[in-house]
């Protein structure tokens, strides 16, 4: 199984991940902001084989989260964002983005850039 952590205030998208994303292929952690998301990193003693990241959280950007990731984690990382400007996906992956996906999404395609980046 998978482990994967959702970090986006949106729970409407948490709900739908979480029906999508389910076991037994994936576990699904959701978080609503950076301190959420910083605690469950730090709790979790097996990690996370992906991550969805948001870049407007409640409490911050996702791009400080994202930079503190890429300090000691090579997880991949993909964004998922209402920015949809190139200079927010550039800036993404200058710190590391492994993809970069803009809101609203198409479900089908981010279903399989989660499965490219988890399974090659």
Same mark, same amino acid.
């Given at each position: 199984?998978?482990?994967?952590? /959702?970090? =986006?205030?949106?729970?409407?998208?948490? @709900?739908?991940?979480?029906? #999508?994303? *389910?076991?037994? +292929?994936?576990?699904?952690?959701?978080?609503?902001?950076?301190?959420?998301?910083?605690?469950?990193?730090?709790?979790?003693?097996?990690?996370?084989?992906?991550? /969805?990241? =948001?870049?407007?959280?409640?409490?911050? @950007?996702?791009?400080?989260? #994202?930079? *503190?990731?890429? +300090?000691?984690?090579?997880?991949?990382?993909?964004?998922?964002?209402?920015?949809?400007?190139?200079?927010?996906?550039?800036?993404?992956?200058?710190?590391?983005?492994?993809?970069?996906?803009?809101?609203?999404?198409?479900?089908?395609?981010?279903?399989?850039?989660?499965?490219?980046?988890?399974?090659?």
């Amino acid at each position: 199984m998978k482990n994967i952590l /959702l970090v =986006d205030d949106d729970r409407a998208i948490c @709900s739908a991940m979480n029906i #999508l994303l *389910k076991p037994p +292929k994936y576990k699904l952690a959701c978080c609503g902001s950076i301190k959420e998301a910083t605690s469950v990193l730090k709790g979790k003693k097996e990690g996370f084989d992906l991550i /969805l990241l =948001d870049l407007m959280l409640p409490d911050g @950007s996702g791009y400080s989260l #994202l930079e *503190k990731l890429r +300090k000691g984690s090579k997880v991949p990382v993909i964004v998922i964002s209402s920015n949809d400007t190139a200079k927010a996906a550039r800036e993404a992956f200058k710190l590391g983005a492994t993809d970069y996906v803009c809101k609203p999404f198409d479900v089908s395609e981010l279903i399989s850039i989660v499965e490219e980046n988890l399974h090659g």
